[in-house]
């Protein structure tokens, strides 16, 4: 497979997460400076009496303001000192932006459906971003971004806003696509990924609870149509729903792509992801003899997909190269078999947490998780600017990246997160020790 496709190249290669080196780097040397970064080589010092003071902030018997003064007392400092690099630190690398919680479907398996319906509103949307000062954004949910409405401004007037405070960082767009926002939005985006899941417009109404395949797919063409984003993606998420309908979805689009008249092929993908076990779950389905994640049967099913593909691909060297180039097809198969157990990523273990310095979700609550995978624990959230004190609760976020950092909760390892790929990247990275032609190792989404 050719990963270095511009496709794969953009969206799926994971060295993409070294560009966020150099943020690395700056947080790491101010976390060093006071205590913040442990290491297991280290032996007693004042890091100790720091990590017991982060487990208190988790939780939150402390605040942050306590926790920094405790540092500066302990490193002989002043709390202005310590404030300075914990309000640098609050910065992300990418951020993965959920406007709202409102949604217009209801997708089976969906993380968000039980968590209401709150909407960031527009009036904190300047002061949130400038504090963030985000590299690049995802916007996504939660529920679905493009029907964004607060304070009678839209989507639209949002991603305008969102690009003034930035200063028009890049920014990717995950939706279900059922309806197109007014406005020249689009202009902003590099990339945009319609959740499509399905190759049947019966399995789509089965898996999301309406009767939409169509528009979505109409949606797309205008995607392609009327607007100039260089990646329009159609996204499948594999679950037992949909598992018999890999290569209807495949063949479908292909077909697609070749009717379009006017259509530049290079701007559309496919992109696969396997539906994954919420990450406290993981551990028990590995160590169980029996229970299988997605059923033990779904592995045939998969593999007859498989299997119908490869041969079409050998027959026919135009569909061959359709796949390896615009579809990450080859990556689906080697994440889905090559991991512990069918469809479990590969366990990966890993020294320190990298993802939790570049990567933020700030959920349409205003709870900020270190990924997407912790949104269900509110335990884990890392602080609220929006519902308490913003200064206090953004240095509450910093000292908790810093907890994850140091894997200091009990799903920080290589066999329940499924993102510890990125700390193996960064590592290989900070070593200056990356290999020319590797392949993407799994399918986790960043
Ligand atoms: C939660 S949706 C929110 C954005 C938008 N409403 C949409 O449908 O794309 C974001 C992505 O999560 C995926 N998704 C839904 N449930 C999931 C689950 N249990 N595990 C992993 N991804 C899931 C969807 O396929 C979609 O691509």
């Not at 003064?69 to 690398?93: H, M, W």
């Not at 990924?371 to 910093?398: A, H, I, W």
């Amino acid at each position: 497979m050719n990963v270095y496709s511009p496709v794969n190249q953009l969206l799926r290669n994971r060295l993409r997460v070294l560009n966020h080196l150099p943020l690395i780097r700056e947080k790491l040397k101010r976390g060093q400076r006071w205590g913040l970064v442990f290491s297991p080589t280290e032996g007693q010092g004042p890091h100790e009496e720091v990590q017991g003071w982060l487990r208190e902030l988790q939780t939150n018997r402390v605040s942050s303001t306590r926790v920094s003064q405790e540092i500066a007392r302990l490193f002989k400092s002043s709390p202005g000192e310590v404030n300075q690099d914990l309000d640098y630190c609050y910065q992300t690398g990418l951020l993965e932006f959920h406007p709202t919680d409102q949604c217009d479907l209801e997708c089976r398996d969906c993380h968000y459906r039980t968590k209401g319906d709150e909407t960031i509103p527009f009036e904190a949307i300047n002061s949130l971003m400038t504090a963030l000062r985000p590299v690049a954004i995802t916007i996504t949910g939660g529920g679905e971004p493009t029907i964004y409405h607060s304070q009678g401004k839209k989507f639209s007037d949002l991603v305008e806003r969102i690009t003034h405070s930035t200063g028009s960082v890049p920014l990717g767009l995950i939706n279900n696509n059922t309806f197109f926002p007014r406005g020249e939005w689009h202009t902003h985006f590099l990339w945009q990924r319609s959740s499509m899941d399905s190759g049947t417009p019966a399995t789509y109404k089965k898996l999301k609870n309406r009767d939409l395949y169509f528009r979505v797919r109409e949606n797309i063409r205008t995607y392609c149509q009327t607007t100039r984003i260089p990646h329009v993606g159609v996204g499948f998420l594999v679950q037992e729903g949909n598992m018999d309908e890999i290569e209807t979805f495949i063949l479908d689009w292909w077909q697609w792509v070749q009717s379009e008249k006017n259509l530049d092929p290079q701007r559309i993908n496919l992109q696969f992801r396997t539906l994954a076990p919420p990450i406290h779950e993981v551990q028990s389905i590995r160590e169980s003899q029996d229970a299988k994640w997605l059923g033990a049967g779904l592995r045939d099913t998969f593999l007859k997909e498989v299997n119908n593909i490869q041969q079409r691909r050998q027959k026919d060297t135009s569909f061959d190269s359709f796949v390896s180039v615009y579809s990450n097809f080859d990556g689906l198969t080697r994440a889905a078999l090559s991991g512990n157990g069918p469809f479990m990523h590969r366990d990966t273990s890993f020294d320190s947490c990298y993802n939790a310095l570049i990567h933020r979700v700030f959920r349409a609550t205003g709870e900020e998780y270190p990924d997407f995978l912790l949104c269900d624990m509110p335990q884990y959230c890392m602080g609220n600017s929006l519902k308490g004190d913003p200064v206090e609760q953004r240095r509450r976020v910093t000292l908790m990246q810093f907890f994850y950092f140091n894997k200091m909760s009990p799903h920080c390892h290589g066999s329940s997160c499924r993102q510890s790929w990125v700390n193996r990247t960064v590592s290989e990275g900070i070593a200056g020790n990356i290999p020319h032609g590797e392949e993407i190792p799994d399918m986790a989404f960043f």
